[in-house]
């Protein structure tokens, strides 16, 4: 995130940066100011997802296809998402997903 709060995604060789973080896609890892976070499949498929289009809403039905192939509850996204944030928190890295109610996260 730059100071006025928008992020910025530059894509690097297989990588998707936003400072702090640094999102490897070939290797599969995450990377908060060059600490690696460990994340399970479905966290780093959704913090792909999130990353790949900053600032955008993806809504409930997509976020049901990148992870769960279609099907699963509303408590499921919240939850993988609310694992996710912490992880990136516990990491030193920032708020990485907003909901937007009614719509989905961004």
């Not at 609310?82 to 708020?95: D, E, I, M, Y």
């Not at 907003?98 to 719509?103: D, I, L, T």
Request: hydrophobic share 40%; charged share 30%.
């Amino acid at each position: 995130m730059n100071e006025h709060g928008a992020s910025r995604a530059v894509i690097e060789l297989g990588c998707i940066r936003i400072h702090p973080l640094l999102l490897d896609r070939d290797g599969r890892r995450l990377y908060v100011r060059d600490t690696e976070v460990v994340l399970s499949q479905l966290q780093f498929d959704l913090l792909e997802a999130f990353m790949d289009r900053p600032r955008h809403v993806i809504d409930r039905p997509s976020l049901r296809l990148i992870g769960w192939k279609g099907v699963c509850s509303e408590r499921a996204i919240e939850d993988a998402i609310s694992r996710l944030r912490a992880k990136v928190a516990a990491a030193g890295g920032p708020n990485i997903v907003e909901c937007v109610r009614g719509v989905g996260y961004r």
